[in-house]
Structures are given as C-alpha cells and as structure tokens.
Nanobody, 120 residues
Framework: QVQLVESGGGLVQAGGSLRLSCAAS????????MGWFRQAPGKEREIVAS????????YYADSVKGRFTISRANAKNTAYLQMNSLKPEDTAVYYC?????????????WGQGTQVTVSS
C-alpha cells in the first residue's frame, strides 16, 4: 500500500500550462503502476494517463494526447502530469492512483485530489 498526495493544481487561463505532482510514501513505489484520473462536476471519473512502474509504457486518453505528458521519478517517489495547451473542458479534480504492477490501477490506492480550473 502507498499513500498518495497530489499538488500543483490551480487556476489557469486557456492555453496555459500546469504540472501536477503525486508524492508517494512507501518503499514499494517503484514497483507500482501509476495513473492520473479526473472528475468534472456531474461527470464520471475518467482516466487521463497512466505509466508503468519502469516508465517504459504510457497511455493517454484521446482527449489529452499531444497536450499532456505523464512521467515519474522513482528515486523521488513522485509521478508527474505536465499539462499544456489547457482547455476549459480540462477543468476537473485530478487524482493520482497507484497499484502493484499488472493490477488494475483504479482498484489501487488513491490520493485526495487537486482542483484544476481552466478559464476561457
């Protein structure tokens, strides 16, 4: 089990950038797959991006491809989500989640979320 704390959210104008961080506690972080999810008001939580324990494999939702980049620094027990060219429709609470490699990420451990608001 890992404990996750997101940071880096805030208010930004359309076209701007933000970098979210997900700090993990626990010595097994480097063996966990990580994911970023988001939930907008009135909508279901959706996956944004994921990254394998080694960083060698990534996945992006079609809606963020080419704009968002997921990465991780295992030595720092931290995962990141670089968000560029932000759009108002990216407004949501963003959550990071982690699960042992090969397990379903959304069934793993979750952070408390960080709000991202993109103004038009």
């Amino acid at each position: 089990q890992v404990q996750l704390v997101e940071s880096g959210g805030g208010l930004v104008q359309a076209g701007g950038s933000l970098r979210l961080s997900c700090a993990a506690s626990g010595r097994t972080f480097s063996s966990y797959d990580m994911g970023w999810f988001r939930q907008a008001p009135g909508k279901e939580r959706e996956i944004v991006a994921s990254i394998s324990w080694s960083g060698s494999s990534t996945y992006y939702a079609d809606s963020v491809k080419g704009r968002f980049t997921i990465s991780r620094a295992n030595a720092k027990n931290t995962a990141y989500l670089q968000m560029n060219s932000l759009k108002p429709e990216d407004t949501a609470v963003y959550y990071c989640a982690a699960a042992p490699s090969g397990a379903t990420i959304k069934e793993g451990d979750w952070g408390q979320g960080t709000q991202v608001t993109v103004s038009s």
